[in-house]
Nanobody
């Protein structure tokens, strides 16, 4: 069964950091560009970051540039999102996307 499973979310204070992981099973992520999206309550799902198949190129939403870093380890079939200098407005459910699949999401809450 092809699936994506996210982990690493949680409650963090403003200015803190988290690293999200997305582990793929049933397919090889080396065949797909991969992305992270997020959705806050009452908002549409928005694209946060994308990484190409070999990881040579990345792109970010303006709101996270300079603070978030997307990376991939094709040998581990895993994609990561390193989030630094977190702000309350980063609070959302974060989803991994690739190969036409979505994960179940992981909640990130930034609050003091």
């Amino acid at each position: 069964q092809e699936q994506l499973v996210e982990s690493g979310g949680g409650l963090v204070q403003p200015g803190g950091s988290l690293r999200l992981s997305c582990v793929a099973s049933g397919f090889t992520i080396s065949r797909s560009a991969m992305s992270w999206y997020r959705q806050a309550p009452g908002n549409e799902r928005e694209l946060v970051a994308t990484i190409t198949i070999l990881g040579s190129r990345t792109s970010y939403a303006d709101s996270v540039k300079g603070r978030f870093t997307i990376s991939r380890d094709n040998a581990k079939n895993t994609v990561y999102l390193r989030m630094n200098s977190l702000k309350p407005e980063d609070t959302a459910v974060y989803y991994c996307n690739g190969w036409g699949l979505w994960g179940q999401g992981t909640q990130v809450t930034v609050s003091s």
